[in-house]
């Protein structure tokens, strides 16, 4: 499984758990039960020593870093000064998915994980030339990943049952005519599958 590693889109308190302000996401995630094909996702990555790295989000109280300005769903989402706040519970990632050995990559700005971020940087360390995407939301985060990690030369699968977004046509659209075009789509099981009997490596 070398050259391969799991990124975890936003799975944050904030986002889509009990500090949202995205109760529509939330009940998306829940009808497709994201989180427990994300968290059986994770679970067989790390027995299979392929990395985790959970892809946060957060803002500064003084917004330093981060341009509030430029986009309107940030600029709406910024009238609340508490939101998403750097050292706050809202941008913990998920209780159950983090483990110890994961990776954290935290953004200021934009809707990338690869943008600002030391991301590309710490996926060639490991010898990374394929990520596997999962997480929120199919809205902008998740093809803001994977149009950035192929336009780095990165392969990338997309956990089609571990993703997410909003109004549940939208979502499969994006997943069927944007995603597939840049990704092969795979489901939680079958990565489960293949990767239940691959040796560990050390990391």
Known sequence: MGGTAVLVMEMQRGVIGDLTKFPELVAACDKHDVVAHTTAVLNAARAAGIPVIHCTAAFRPDRAGSHTDNCPFIAGLLRDPAHMLEGTAAVEVLDGLM????????????????????????????????????????????PGLALEAVNLGYRVNVVKDAVAGVPDDYAAAVLKHTLGLLATRVSAADLVAAWGGAPERKR
Do not use: K, Q, W, Y
């Open 99 to 142: 483990a110890p050995g994961d990776l954290e990559n935290r953004r200021h700005h934009g809707f990338s994980p690869f943008t600002g971020t030391s991301l590309d940087m710490t996926l060639r360390s490991l010898g990374v030339t394929t990520v596997v995407a999962a997480g929120v939301s199919l809205n902008l985060g998740i």
